[in-house]
């Protein structure tokens, strides 16, 4: 796993063996990084990671200079990693919150300008995601949520939709608040 730009660009990032994570694959993450550089000032930008798993995209709006990463994830090991890995690479804007998603989506009392979410593909809910987030305002006005997503499902219909993009097997769907 490697950073792919921003002022890290390059770096690589061993995760420890046995990690249950599905990293973001760096074609998928220079698609997507491609398409939000476009569309975002990233030194303006808060953003909310959740299902954080390795911290791979973390990682990557921090290079970007993001001025606030917070990055959910339930795994203990893995949270921890991702602790580790951002004070190893000095990244002061990311923060770690070990704890569900589900249910830190009810608590959190603050919105974001990006939320990324790349829960586990057969993960029980993966289809709420979108609408628990919008409900509970952790979208902030013209941000955007980006939730990433197998084949098998399709946001096309849902109000909030904006647009997909595709790399390979994996799919973004994009939602702005109507």
């Known amino acids: 796993m490697r950073i792919i730009g921003g002022s890290l660009k390059g770096k690589t ?21 491609n398409v939000l550089t476009n569309e975002v000032e ?4 808060t953003v909310l990671d959740l299902f954080a798993g390795t ?10 200079g993001c001025k606030e990463i917070v990055a959910v994830e339930m795994n203990t090991t893995q949270a921890d990693f991702i602790r580790k890995t951002a004070v190893v690479l000095g990244l002061s804007a990311l923060t770690v919150v070990r704890h569900n998603v589900f249910d830190f989506i009810k608590i959190c009392t603050r919105s974001f300008d990006i939320v990324f979410a790349d829960p586990p593909y057969q993960i029980v809910g993966l289809d709420t995601i979108p609408d628990r987030i919008i409900e509970h305002n952790l979208l902030a006005d013209n941000g955007y949520l980006i939730l990433e997503h197998p084949n098998e499902y399709s946001f096309a219909g ?12 994996v799919h973004f769907s994009f939602f702005k608040k109507v």
């Open 42 to 45: 990233f030194e303006d930008t």
């Open 13 to 33: 990032i061993i995760p420890p063996s046995g990690l249950k994570a599905r990293p973001t694959t760096d074609f998928a993450k220079e698609g997507l990084f």
């Open 55 to 64: 911290g791979n995209i973390s990682y990557e709006f921090a290079s970007r």
């Open 158 to 169: 849902h109000p909030c939709f904006v647009k997909e993009k595709r790399y390979g097997n």
